[in-house]
């Protein structure tokens, strides 16, 4: 946890900074490399009734909650380590789940 989502994002170009952007994101969240994942889905867009083909680049990030300034940085770096592999315009967006709601084994995370 946290878990990036990745839509629009070939995976194939994410590969080449996805541990530099791991590294960036345990320092703003003060936690291991380990503790995330990326995973990139294949999404077709679809307009008008035709199929756009690759979908807007979008990241969705499933966390616990770790307030405003956080966030912000947070965002600003994955948006960072995509420009660098061309990506010009990105979408990121935060899904919060609640530790009582979140089991690991079983096992409430709170």
């Given at each position: ?18 541990l530099a952007l ?89």
């Amino acid at each position: 946890m946290p878990q990036l989502l990745f839509r629009g994002v070939p995976a194939d170009r994410l590969t080449t900074v996805s541990l530099a952007l791991a590294e960036d994101l345990a320092s703003i969240c003060e936690c291991g490399t380990d503790n995330f994942t990326m995973e990139c889905l294949h999404a077709t867009a679809v307009f008008g009734g035709l199929a756009e083909g690759q979908s807007y680049p979008f990241v969705e990030v499933g966390w616990f909650e770790r307030g405003q300034a956080v966030r912000d940085r947070f965002a600003q770096a994955v948006t960072a380590h995509l420009a660098l592999i061309g990506i010009a315009e990105v979408e990121v967006a935060f899904r919060t789940y609640r530790e009582d709601s979140y089991y690991i084994n079983g096992k409430p995370c709170s």
